[in-house]
């Protein structure tokens, strides 16, 4: 399994930016997939996450804000990032389930400006 994330940037807060993540190779079989990101000097954090049944589930801090949504028969992930603040500044990560095994995205990052 391949994942590439892209879509991140810079941007003011209050902003939006749409992160976007492609799928490829042995992907059948995969039931969850979500977002995380790493705040420098901070730990991988979980972010949101779908499962294929359209389940989803957030972080509190960024709850009526961020949207995870699926495109299966594209095999793409999107997290459309709303109202964004300074804190949201990390590098995001894609992620899939695939038991017995995580794969991950390359990580795109995401600088929000005060």
């Known amino acids: 399994v391949q994942l590439q994330a892209s879509g991140g940037g810079l941007v003011q807060a209050g902003g939006s930016l749409r992160l976007s993540c492609a799928a490829s190779?042995?992907?059948?079989?995969?039931?969850?997939m979500g977002w995380y990101r790493q705040i420098s000097g901070q730990q991988r954090e979980l972010v949101a996450w779908?499962?294929?049944?359209?389940?989803?589930n957030y972080a509190d801090s960024v709850k009526g804000r961020f949207t995870i949504s699926r495109d299966s028969a594209k095999n793409a992930l999107h997290l459309q990032m709303n109202s964004l603040k300074p804190e949201d500044t990390a590098v995001y990560y894609c992620?899939?389930?695939?038991?017995?095994?995580?794969?991950w995205g390359q990580g795109t990052l995401v600088t929000v400006s005060s």
């Open positions: 779908i499962s294929s049944g359209g389940s989803s």
């Open positions: 992620n899939a389930k695939l038991p017995p095994r995580d794969y």
């Open positions: 190779g042995s992907i059948f079989g995969i039931n969850v």
